[in-house]
């Protein structure tokens, strides 16, 4: 069984997403921070990770339990990854066009291209989440069909 872990920390967001990936059936892990999701993935290593950008620093029950918003926390743990050698199959899941962390302003075609420089062919690509469509879980399923032919790559 392929692993997966879902770094988001909106409910509602990962609610579709764990229902979307239900027929596929992977091992699900869930974090809900940068935090949380720094620790596992120093000590394990999955088949993909899907993730947010934007994080909480912390998991919490409110925002001042989770510390300060992480606007490229996402990136920021595809660069741990890298770190940890722990790198594997990535898709982006985000309902936003522009991130911004400390005044600088980065554009999901940037964000694109940066994790595209680190992670290779192992970045799957991006799925513009949106609430009221189900779109984004076409291209999701698309991806993840895509995917698991590729996911041997990720354990080398």
Same mark, same amino acid.
């Given at each position: 069984?392929?692993? &997966?872990?879902? &770094?988001?920390?909106?409910?509602?967001?990962?609610?579709?997403?764990?229902?979307? /990936?239900?027929?596929?059936?992977?091992?699900?892990?869930?974090?809900?921070?940068?935090?949380?999701?720094?620790?596992?993935? +120093?000590?394990?290593?999955?088949?993909?990770?899907?993730?947010?950008?934007?994080?909480?620093?912390?998991?919490?029950? *409110?925002?001042?339990?989770?510390? %300060?918003?992480?606007?490229? *926390?996402?990136?920021?743990?595809? $660069?741990?990854?890298?770190?940890?050698?722990?790198?594997?199959?990535?898709?982006?899941?985000?309902?936003?066009?522009?991130?911004?962390? &400390?005044? $600088? &302003?980065?554009?999901?075609?940037? /964000?694109?291209?940066?994790? $595209?420089?680190?992670?290779?062919?192992?970045? /799957? *690509?991006?799925?513009?989440?949106?609430?009221?469509?189900?779109?984004? $879980?076409? %291209?999701?399923?698309?991806?993840?069909?895509? *995917?698991?032919?590729?996911?041997?790559?990720? +354990?080398?």
């Amino acid at each position: 069984m392929k692993s &997966v872990l879902i &770094v988001e920390d909106d409910e509602f967001k990962l609610e579709s997403l764990e229902e979307c /990936l239900l027929h596929f059936q992977f091992d699900i892990t869930i974090s809900r921070s940068f935090s949380s999701a720094a620790k596992l993935i +120093k000590r394990t290593t999955f088949d993909l990770i899907i993730l947010d950008m934007s994080l909480p620093t912390f998991d919490g029950s *409110g925002f001042s339990d989770e510390g %300060e918003a992480q606007g490229l *926390g996402g990136k920021r743990l595809i $660069r741990l990854c890298d770190e940890y050698g722990t790198l594997c199959n990535t898709i982006l899941v985000t309902q936003f066009s522009n991130f911004e962390e &400390v005044g $600088r &302003v980065s554009s999901v075609v940037d /964000l694109t291209e940066d994790l $595209r420089l680190i992670l290779n062919d192992l970045f /799957l *690509g991006v799925v513009r989440y949106d609430r009221a469509s189900s779109d984004w $879980r076409v %291209e999701l399923e698309k991806l993840l069909g895509i *995917g698991l032919g590729n996911f041997s790559k990720a +354990k080398k």
